[in-house]
């Protein structure tokens, strides 16, 4: 009966049900090198004058049957051993019976398992360790934490980790990483009693290799120096057996080793590749001890800066490819030297250009943008490279004086404009008025620069006016910049009064800074011109009236051109003349026909028309005798007929005369009529 009860509560004990026996408690099991296991229990609830012994219990089931190994004599020694456990290979399972010397019935302990541990080798770079707990549930006076031992090198044993039995699952396990190349690892479990002993597992464990790669570098940033060169940072990596990085370069798409940094916290590198001319890509690899390298960090690619000056806004303009490596889109700074000074931030923004407008002509500007991480605890930026340039403001043009407005054809006027040859200019454009204050429109533009003179030339009716000019200049962003003087062509106009009689005048020319020295008048007669002034007027003259009479022979078309000569004092040092357009009067021919003429007499011997003002051109004066014979043919208006006819002298008879001529008007003249010759 006593033996059936014991069987029972065995049952009980390793049924998993929750029991907990008030008597005696095993606290903890050890197993040594050769796989005995020492097992500690406590005296709870017994007493020492009626104790025999104390007998050890040993099952490798956790159900039994279970099989007295060994009795302890002594009440207070509650150590025992359990020699031949063969731990390593079989699971151990006990109690302790403490036996009385007056026949009642044995006092049983709780159970208690070995702490057993298995370490698996996948061959992945792995240990996996499994081990149970000495009881479920577990003992109360145990740890909740199991603590994790590493041997290595030999015999040297490192608390590597702890798991808490309370929310572990069961069996507990562990997931070791190896970083050790290739050699022999091995492990035990340990967990503590508040009785001051342990429970210990075997020590086991396998030739393990280093099979894991490191963590992937995550970039940091990628920068350019002062002087042009890339540098590169990477944040330190969390696979602790790094043992050095590789810094690669991106060359037309294939990644190239730059260098080695070598050490685990070791996360910048300064390169030798200029990134001053365009953008430059970075990543790196980690290799730990064992050589075995992680897979390519995200690249990034340094910011290439581009500046450029506009001279019409007077700015420069910035321009840059964007920072996009981090996990929010940064804010940029504008970073500013002039002249060599110290940098400073003059502006942020968060696109890729920027406009820089506080110039100043002829400094040196040099730029560099930083981008600034806004999803970082940590300030981390990334700098670009450094662009300079040195804006000008070319100086605007200090001048535009037209030195003349002339007509130098029929319906054609000659400006010529005096201009500054120093200044950035796009063009001129000529306009036009009919007076001072008119509306001016324009008539013409020159592109042109760097020249000190321009000649525009505009075709209107010079018979009219005055007509005013002025220049426009404009700067080589095609503002206007400058407005010239206003001047005007010379109007000359004329009559004839009277027979004989020719009258002009002309409006003055009062734009040269030192007025007009004189005025010269020129005139044509039969299409030959004055090679001098027929006639010079001081400033203030304006009117000429004169007899024509000595021009009798003429064709009577009489032309008049009023030419203005600078006085001096002119402030470019300049003289010019201008000359007005060309007036044309004209005097109606006038003919007188002798009806008789007397050869070789003293009065009348040769016989012509007296004629005034008769054009050569297309002129013709014929004799005819009574038969119809011509005699005698001129086309010169000064000839006459001498009274002969084949070098014989005519006789006295009556003759025809025709003559035919044009007026000035194109229209024909043609007169008839007889002469009698007189002997």
């Not at 920068?223 to 944040?235: E, K, R």
């Not at 063009?427 to 001072?436: E, F, I, K």
């Amino acid at each position: 009966m006593h033996g059936i009860l014991r069987f029972l509560l065995v049952l009980l004990l390793f049924s998993g049900a929750s029991f907990e026996s008030s008597a005696i408690g095993m606290r903890c099991t050890t197993v040594n090198a050769n796989g005995d296991v020492t097992v500690t229990w406590d005296r709870n609830l017994t007493t020492g004058p009626n104790f025999r012994c104390w007998y050890l219990y040993h099952s490798t089931l956790p159900g039994g049957p279970f099989t007295a190994v060994d009795s302890v004599f002594f009440y207070t020694d509650t150590i025992e051993t359990h020699v031949g456990a063969n731990v390593y290979n079989n699971a151990a399972y006990y109690y302790i019976a403490y036996k009385f010397n007056n026949g009642s019935p044995d006092i049983l302990s709780d159970s208690i398992q070995a702490l057993g541990l298995n370490v698996n080798n996948p061959g992945i770079g792995y240990a996996n360790l499994a081990w149970n707990a000495v009881r479920l549930p577990l003992i109360p006076t145990n740890s909740v934490w199991y603590r994790i031992f590493r041997e290595y090198p030999a015999t040297i044993f490192t608390l590597i980790d702890s798991v808490n039995a309370s929310t572990a699952p069961s069996p507990m396990t562990y997931a070791d990483l190896i970083s050790i190349c290739d050699d022999t690892i091995k492990y035990r479990i340990e967990v503590m009693d508040q009785s001051g002993c342990k429970s210990i597992s075997p020590v086991k464990g396998d030739r393990f290799r280093d099979l894991v790669t490191p963590t992937i570098p995550v970039m940091d940033s990628v920068s350019v120096d002062i002087t042009g060169f890339a540098t590169v940072s990477w944040i330190i990596n969390p696979s602790v057996d790094t043992k050095f990085y590789t810094v690669l370069q991106s060359v037309l798409g294939l990644w190239q080793p730059l260098d080695t940094v070598i050490g685990r916290p070791n996360t910048n590198y300064n390169t030798n590749i200029v990134a001053a001319n365009n953008s430059v890509t970075f990543s790196a690899i980690a290799i730990d001890s064992c050589n075995n390298p992680s897979g390519r960090g995200l690249e990034h690619s340094t910011m290439f800066l581009t500046t450029s000056f506009d001279l019409c806004s007077k700015s420069v303009n910035l321009d840059w490819n964007p920072y996009s490596y981090w996990s929010v889109d940064p804010m940029y700074d504008i970073l500013l030297s002039i002249n060599g000074g110290p940098e400073t931030v003059i502006g942020t923004t968060s696109a890729t250009i920027f406009t820089d407008t506080n110039l100043i002509s002829g400094s040196t500007f040099c730029y560099r943008v930083r981008a600034i991480d806004q999803g970082s605890l940590v300030r981390r930026t990334s700098t670009s490279n450094r662009s300079c340039l040195v804006p000008i403001f070319p100086p605007p043009p200090t001048f535009s004086y037209i030195r003349s407005v002339s007509v130098i054809a029929e319906n054609t006027v000659q400006i010529k404009v005096h201009v500054d040859p120093l200044s950035n200019v796009s063009g001129y454009r000529l306009l036009r008025s009919s007076s001072a204050t008119g509306v001016f429109s324009q008539v013409g533009s020159i592109t042109v620069n760097g020249v000190s003179t321009i000649v525009f030339t505009d075709n209107v009716t010079t018979s009219e006016g005055p007509h005013y000019y002025k220049v426009l200049t404009y700067d080589s962003c095609g503002v206007k910049v400058l407005e010239s003087q206003i001047s005007h062509t010379i109007l000359l106009t004329g009559e004839s009064p009277q027979e004989y009689v020719n009258s002009i005048e002309w409006s003055d020319y009062s734009q040269w800074p030192a007025g007009v020295g004189t005025f010269n008048l020129y005139l044509t007669v039969n299409d030959v011109t004055s090679p001098i002034p027929i006639a010079t007027f001081s400033p203030g003259d304006s009117t000429f009236m004169e007899s024509v009479i000595n021009n009798f022979y003429s064709d009577g078309n009489f032309c008049y051109t009023i030419e203005a000569i600078e006085a001096p004092g002119n402030p470019y040092f300049f003289q010019d003349t201008a000359r007005s357009n060309t007036v044309c009067l004209v005097q109606q021919p006038i003919i007188f026909i002798p009806n008789a003429f007397h050869p070789g007499g003293d009065f009348n011997s040769i016989f012509y028309p007296s004629n005034a003002f008769v054009s050569t051109k297309d002129y013709s004066f014929r004799i005819f005798n009574r038969w119809g014979e011509m005699i005698f043919e001129t086309s010169d208006p000064k000839v006459g007929w001498d009274g002969t006819t084949n070098g014989r002298y005519a006789q006295e008879a009556v003759y025809i005369y025709l003559l035919r001529a044009v007026q000035p008007d194109g229209t024909e003249i043609e007169r008839k009529g007889g002469v009698t010759l007189i002997r």
